[in-house]
């Protein structure tokens, strides 16, 4: 059982910025595949990024050039680098793993954008 633990969020000035964590209580997986997604108040859960276990990311076009994901060498921690933050990106942000046909979610963290 792979637990995930975010971190990072709080309360942003539009235009700011903010890097999420998300560690895993375990090393990751050639095989795993990790990712970023978060969910606003009324709507649905949203992909934002995910990255392989081999290291290669990839980013939702709605995101891409202000958000970047990444990992540290470990591969025990994931980031994401958050820019240009505007009042639309307030949402809970999530991480979540996928090893093999199992999925694990992190408790997920508050990010707010607003003056």
């Known amino acids: 059982q792979v637990q995930l633990v975010e971190s990072g969020g709080g309360l942003v000035q539009p235009g700011g910025s903010l890097r999420l964590s998300c560690a895993a209580s375990e090393s990751i997986f050639s095989t795993d595949l990790m990712g970023w997604y978060r969910q606003a108040p009324g709507k649905q859960r949203e992909w934002l990024a995910g990255i392989t276990g081999g290291g290669r990311p990839n980013t939702a076009d709605s995101v891409k050039g202000r958000f970047t994901i990444s990992r540290d060498n470990a591969k025990t921690t994931m980031f994401l680098q958050m820019g240009s933050l505007r009042p639309e990106d307030t949402a809970v942000y999530y991480c979540?793993?996928?090893?093999?046909?199992?999925?694990?979610w992190g408790q997920g963290t508050q990010v707010t954008v607003s003056s």
């Open positions: 979540k793993l996928t090893r093999g046909s199992s999925t694990y």
